[in-house]
């Protein structure tokens, strides 16, 4: 069975643009959630979806969204990029929802802001 | 809010050393808890899980116990290998409405020496 797949695997951006990264989760899951990998930071948890719906979502900004589509695929945006946004994104996705379901990472997007 | 503290490193270690890697939480209700390893340019792997008060999860001959009373998830492995030099993620996700998604600890970077 295919992993979790994130596109793309890296990015370059300038400050002010915006940025939409991929997730394909593992055929069957209907959860994905995105986490921000930072050195100073760690992991942090950006929001889930499950059913195209968003079920919880972390401290972060307007300017992080995201949204899942039917085949449960996922895209997270963010806007008017900030220096501070340079990270690796991860993308999990779970059968279901709720926090005794085991969640499968992608290898990441790693976004680089210049 | 939830919380979780592990220690940092990097712990150096020769090959066939025994491995504890400490991890202590803050949370509300009654958490899952959980260790995944990232190795270096991939995605995190769920190494083991534990549901409830007492289980062990184990695996690749890694064990860790859920201790409510001392609220701690500590990773331990009889004999490591070079293979095993990674860093290593304790995480909780409480039960219940509203779960915030995987709260992670900062991660602690384990190097094996052969």
């Known amino acids: 069975k295919a992993g979790v797949t994130q596109t793309p695997r890296y990015l370059i951006k300038t400050r002010g643009q915006q940025v939409t990264l991929s997730c394909s989760p593992i055929?069957?899951?209907?959860?994905v959630s995105w986490y921000q990998q930072t050195p100073g930071q760690g992991l942090q948890f950006l929001f889930e979806?499950?059913?195209?719906?968003?079920?919880n979502k972390g401290n972060f900004p307007g300017r992080f969204s995201g949204r899942q589509f039917s085949n449960s695929r996922s895209e997270m945006n963010v806007s008017t990029l900030e220096l501070g946004d340079s990270a690796l994104y991860l993308c999990?996705?779970?059968?279901?929802?709720?926090?005794?379901?085991?969640?499968?990472f992608g290898p990441g997007t790693r976004l680089t802001v210049l | 809010g939830d919380s979780v503290t592990q220690m940092e490193g990097p712990v150096t270690l020769s090959e066939e050393a025994f491995l504890t890697i400490n991890c202590t939480y803050t949370?509300?209700?009654?958490?899952?808890l959980f260790w995944y390893v990232q190795y270096p340019g991939e995605g995190l792997q769920l190494l083991l899980k534990?549901?409830?008060?007492?289980d062990k999860g184990s695996n690749k001959g890694f064990e860790a116990t859920y201790r409510k009373e001392t609220t701690s998830f500590h990773l331990e492995k009889g004999s490591v290998q070079v293979s095993d030099s990674a860093v290593y993620f304790c995480?909780?996700?409480?039960?219940?409405?509203?779960?915030?998604?995987?709260?992670f600890g900062k991660g602690t970077h384990l190097i094996i020496q052969p």
């Open positions: 999990a996705s779970s059968l279901l929802a709720g926090d005794q379901n085991e969640q499968f």
């Open positions: 055929s069957g899951h209907r959860s």
């Open positions: 979806y499950f059913s195209e719906t968003q079920r």
């Open positions: 949370a509300t209700g009654y958490p899952s």
């Open positions: 534990a549901t409830k008060a007492d």
């Open positions: 995480a909780l996700r409480s039960s219940g409405g509203g779960a915030d998604g995987l709260t």
